[in-house]
């Protein structure tokens, strides 16, 4: 499961909101900048969404990656920061899959 924290109810850190979504890509104005490939998340409607810093596009802009579907996405989302990258648990077939690339 990608970053079990962001399914349950942690609270974590408001940061920014949404100003902008294109199909998966976001655009987040922050009130600081999170680091590059920091884990954030969204929620709305009981949906959660998880999404990764891919760019930083000025002293209060970023642009993220949508690691989930985007539908249901809109402006003006509260965006949290859950205090991590990315975390993908790593199971026995998956670390084979790897071993044999």
């Not at 929620?43 to 949508?66: C, G, K, M, P, W």
């Amino acid at each position: 499961m990608v970053n079990e924290a962001i399914e349950t109810d942690v609270q974590h850190e408001y940061i920014g909101s949404t100003v902008g979504v294109h199909g998966p890509v976001v655009i987040i104005a922050c009130n600081r900048l999170p680091p590059l490939h920091q884990a954030l998340t969204a929620r709305i409607n009981h949906e959660s969404y998880l999404f990764e810093v891919h760019q930083h596009l000025d002293e209060r802009h970023i642009r993220a990656i949508t690691l989930h579907t985007s539908s249901g996405l809109r402006r003006g989302m509260p965006v949290y920061d859950t205090g991590s990258s990315v975390q993908v648990c790593a199971d026995c077939p998956t670390v084979k899959k790897l071993r044999q690339t």
